[in-house]
């Protein structure tokens, strides 16, 4: 019984570089979050998908973050442009469904900006 | 929005003591109260949760209570082992329909000395 998978593991982009993040959920699982831990620090809720829609986004940045997730193929996000304080480590959870449903985490994506 | 607030922010026990950590949350919306433990470079993983139709809830040598009154709960752990040690992470959500983001506590890192 597979639980949430990320891929890569770890990642390193130069300052400018476009990152790519990848979830799956768990098997039977149709709504994942993405959240992002800065060292020393709690995680931050960024973007909460269910498949095809984006149901809030309130935590995310402005400008150069995107997440999608959908109908085939695993939720992405995706960083544009990264800079130095884009380095964190990127966690994605996923659910059953939306109603009263616990959130089981990945072993998440450290992303490092050089 | 909604805000957590964790402590103590370390905490050492002797091996066979009790630990206790207390989180307090701001948003009265909020009825959904998980635990996380995170160990060094892995996802936190759900230890267990309460809701707000429950005062206490136990699983072995892991309790949490919740005084919504005072908006504050508590993951208590008895009988420590070496392998409690790790970071534990208390969470809020107001579980609401579009609205499943946690919100984090900083953390407490817990050292269970044998």
């Known amino acids: 019984n597979a639980g949430v998978m990320q891929n890569p593991r770890h990642l390193v982009r130069r300052r400018g570089q476009e990152a790519r993040l990848r979830c799956s959920p768990m098997?039977?699982?149709?709504?994942v979050y993405w959240y992002r831990q800065l060292p020393e620090e709690g995680l931050k809720f960024m973007v909460y998908?269910?498949?095809?829609?984006?149901?809030?986004e309130s935590g995310m940045p402005k400008e150069r973050f995107s997440a999608e997730f959908p109908k085939e193929g695993p939720s992405i996000l995706r960083i544009q442009q990264v800079v130095r304080g884009d380095s964190a480590a990127y966690f994605c959870?996923?659910?059953?469904?939306?109603?009263?449903?616990?959130?089981?985490f990945g072993p998440g994506t450290r992303l490092t900006v050089t | 929005g909604e805000n957590v607030e964790q402590h103590p922010s370390t905490l050492s026990v002797q091996e066979g003591d009790s630990a206790v950590i207390k989180c307090t949350y701001s948003?009265?919306?909020?009825?959904?109260f998980p635990w996380y433990k995170q160990e060094l470079g892995k996802g936190p993983q759900l230890i267990i949760d309460?809701?707000?139709?429950?005062g206490e809830k136990k699983d072995q040598r892991i309790a949490v209570t919740l005084n919504k009154t005072a908006k504050h709960f508590s993951l208590h752990i008895t009988e420590t082992q070496p392998e409690d040690s790790a970071v534990y992470f208390c969470?809020?959500?107001?579980?609401?329909?579009?609205?499943?983001?946690?919100?984090f506590g900083s953390g407490t890192r817990l050292q269970v000395q044998p």
């Open positions: 959870a996923s659910s059953l469904s939306g109603s009263g449903d616990e959130q089981y």
């Open positions: 098997k039977g699982h149709s709504h």
């Open positions: 998908l269910q498949k095809e829609n984006i149901i809030d």
């Open positions: 948003d009265s919306a909020s009825n959904y």
């Open positions: 309460i809701r707000s139709n429950v």
């Open positions: 969470a809020a959500s107001p579980r609401d329909t579009g609205r499943r983001a946690l919100t």
